[in-house]
């Protein structure tokens, strides 16, 4: 039995499966037909599903599939940024979020260094 987090609710994110087995195509497969029916036809035929808050990323890990056509769009939009747009976010967020840049306002440590 697998404990999802306490705020998971059906058909969240916290809730999604990922197949880490067998990759397993349905021909034909109705659109109106239930995940778990779905799920269950692919385990038979090697498919092992995994909730996927269990799973962890490895850094450098290849993948092999294909974005949908939104995470496409999305990684398209952020490749076209123009550099001051890229700049405003590193200065805005990232600094902040790896520790370089504090919340309350100080001078960044990036600015005080000197670049030879």
């Given at each position: 039995?697998?404990?999802?987090?306490?705020?998971?609710?059906?058909?969240?994110?916290?809730?999604?499966?990922?197949?880490?087995?067998?990759?397993?195509?349905?021909?034909?497969?109705?659109?109106?037909?239930?995940?778990?029916?779905?799920?269950?036809?692919?385990?038979?035929?090697?498919?092992?599903?995994?909730?996927?808050?269990?799973?962890?990323?490895?850094?450098?890990?290849?993948?092999?599939?294909?974005?949908?056509?939104?995470?496409?769009?999305?990684?398209i939009?952020?490749?076209?940024?123009?550099?001051?747009?890229?700049?405003?976010?590193?200065?805005?967020?990232?600094l902040?979020?790896?520790?370089?840049?504090?919340?309350?306002?100080?001078?960044?440590?990036?600015?005080?260094?000197?670049?030879?």
């Amino acid at each position: 039995m697998v404990n999802f987090p306490a705020d998971a609710v059906k058909d969240s994110a916290a809730t999604y499966c990922v197949n880490v087995g067998k990759r397993v195509k349905i021909p034909n497969s109705d659109e109106a037909q239930p995940n778990e029916e779905i799920m269950r036809h692919q385990s038979e035929r090697g498919a092992q599903w995994i909730p996927a808050c269990l799973l962890e990323i490895i850094p450098g890990q290849v993948i092999t599939t294909t974005l949908g056509p939104q995470h496409t769009g999305e990684m398209i939009k952020k490749a076209l940024r123009l550099p001051a747009g890229n700049y405003d976010l590193i200065e805005k967020e990232g600094l902040e979020i790896i520790g370089v840049k504090t919340q309350s306002g100080k001078e960044p440590l990036v600015s005080r260094l000197t670049i030879i």
